[in-house]
């Protein structure tokens, strides 16, 4: 089993749309960023990445590509899983949105079944939890939202080594 961490931030500016897990949430601000700055999403991308030894988003989905401006996130997962597909399974996602407002917990299922979707498994491998930090740091001040994410992935064993065969 191979396990990845990911991280991301982005700043929340007027006039621009919330993506959150491919889903659009009701606000005041939005995230800004070159795609559509879906933060959850780019931390999924980046723990599965990870997981695989295949670098890091940066690396797969440049922001100085015109290809990816304002491109939903959920094709950054979609690619992802292309990449790892054939070394390995995704088994399960776990992760965590850090956001003063808005609300985010009504979104999480519809979060889930579009990154499940993406992925190519099953909704109840995509865990997402959401937490405030009760007014401390740049997430606290609603500056910005930002999201952590493990991935759990499986090697695809093509060719199984016999036991006791030395
Ligand atoms: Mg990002």
Redo the contacts with the bound molecule.
Sequence with gaps: MRIGIGY???RLVPDRPLILGGVEIPSEKGLA?H?D???LS??IVDAILGAANLGD?GTHFP?TDPRWCNVS?LLFLQETESLVAPHFRILNIDSVLIAQKPKVVPYIPQMVTRIAAALKIDRSAVSIKATTTEGLGFTGREQGIAAHAVACLAPKENKRIKKGSS
């Design positions: 991301d931030v982005h960023g795609s700055a879906d933060v780019h931390a988003i922001d996130s």
